[in-house]
Nanobody, 122 residues
Framework: EVQLVESGGGLVQAGGSLRLSCAAS????????IGWFRQAPGKEREGVSC????????YYADSVKGRFTISSDNAKNLVYLQMNSLKPEDTAVYYC???????????????WGKGTLVTISS
């Protein structure tokens, strides 16, 4: 059974940090890249970051560049999203997903986790 399980969400004050984790199982980890998405209340889901399994290249949305860092532990099938200097507008449910191996989201988003809630207070 394919599973992507997010953890690490919570409530923090603006300026604080959180580290999200995504644990993957039930599929060959190297066959997919892992992306992080988020969906704020009343807004569409948006891509936040991705780490390519093909060459390790990382990608970030402009809104999080310089504040968020994606990394992976391939031996443990884990992907992390370190989030620093958090802002109230970062409040959202964060999802990890298994995507195209080169992080080409238009090519394929194959599996989703159930999400973890991140709330940033001002």
């Amino acid at each position: 059974e394919v599973q992507l399980v997010e953890s690490g969400g919570g409530l923090v004050q603006a300026g604080g940090s959180l580290r999200l984790s995504c644990a993957a199982s039930g599929f060959t980890f190297d066959d997919y890249s892992i992306g992080w998405f988020r969906q704020a209340p009343g807004k569409e889901r948006e891509g936040v970051s991705c780490i390519s399994s093909s060459d390790g290249t990382t990608y970030y949305a402009d809104s999080v560049k310089g504040r968020f860092t994606i990394s992976s532990d391939n031996a443990k099938n884990l992907v992390y999203l370190q989030m620093n200097s958090l802002k109230p507008e970062d409040t959202a449910v964060y999802y990890c997903s298994a995507v195209d191996r080169s992080c080409r989201l238009s090519v394929g988003i194959y599996y989703w986790g159930k999400g973890t809630l991140v709330t940033i207070s001002s």
